[in-house]
């Protein structure tokens, strides 16, 4: 069962059997942008039906559509460096298919096994059968900020980021409540994350570890 707030998702360190804890995020909001802009201020399409997992926009990449009432805020300059902007972008899309996986209830979905490899994805299935298996889902707004991202030779790269879950909450799929309850230290989330470039040149997440409760996220 998903552990409610004050530990809105519980928090696992990622191992090979552990299970995945990036919190609740959403929406169609996307880091990817070809300005300077600090990313998250657009939402993106919130069209409460996704798109089958089948569909892919023009780059071959496939689409992330959230419901309408559950989205992300990434705060991220681009660095300036086109190799680590290309990891951060892939990055935040990792975060996106986990959630999309959530919302849609399936851990077949397309971008699930895009966006995340070895033993990020095996985690991150065995997260969304969590959330498959106690009926919930979430609501809110997840914010995503302080990312710092270093590259590994030319092929890897290692992008830490804070969350702020305190606008975020899980909600029962069939009843459609919401459990509103208060924020606390918890709700604030530390990750690390390491992403491998593949042959296709995206940058796959291949482990997170999180630490729930970091005083270095709290505001």
């Known amino acids: 069962m998903v552990n409610r707030r004050p530990t809105l998702i519980a928090a696992l360190t ?6 995945l804890t990036l919190s609740a995020c959403g929406s169609d909001d996307s880091a990817k942008k070809d300005n300077d802009k600090i990313a998250g201020a657009d939402t993106g399409s919130s069209a409460p039906a996704s798109p089958s997992p ?13 419901p309408s ?22 990055s935040t899309l990792s975060v996106k298919s986990l959630n999309e996986a959530i ?13 995340n490899t070895g033993t990020a994805l095996e985690s991150s ?28 030779g030319k092929a890897k790269a290692y992008v830490t980021y804070c969350s702020d879950e305190s606008k975020a909450y899980v909600k029962d799929r069939k009843t459609q409540k919401v459990d509103k309850e ?18 296709d040149g995206v940058w796959q997440t291949a482990n997170v570890v999180s630490d729930r409760g970091d005083k270095a996220c709290q505001p």
């Open 14 to 19: 990622l191992t090979a059997a552990a299970a």
């Open 54 to 66: 089948s569909e892919s926009d023009t780059s071959g990449r496939p689409k992330i559509t959230f």
């Open 69 to 90: 009432d559950a989205k992300n805020v990434f705060e991220y300059e681009k660095t300036g460096d086109a190799t680590k902007d290309a990891a951060l972008s892939d």
């Open 103 to 115: 919302f849609k209830g399936s851990t077949g979905t397309k971008a699930l096994g895009f966006y």
């Open 125 to 152: 299935i065995t997260y969304v059968q969590r959330f498959i298996d106690s009926g919930d889902t979430w609501v809110g707004e997840i914010r995503y900020f302080d990312y710092d991202v270093k590259l590994s």
């Open 182 to 199: 208060a924020a606390t230290a918890n709700s604030y989330v530390l990750y690390h994350s390491s992403l491998t470039k593949n042959a």
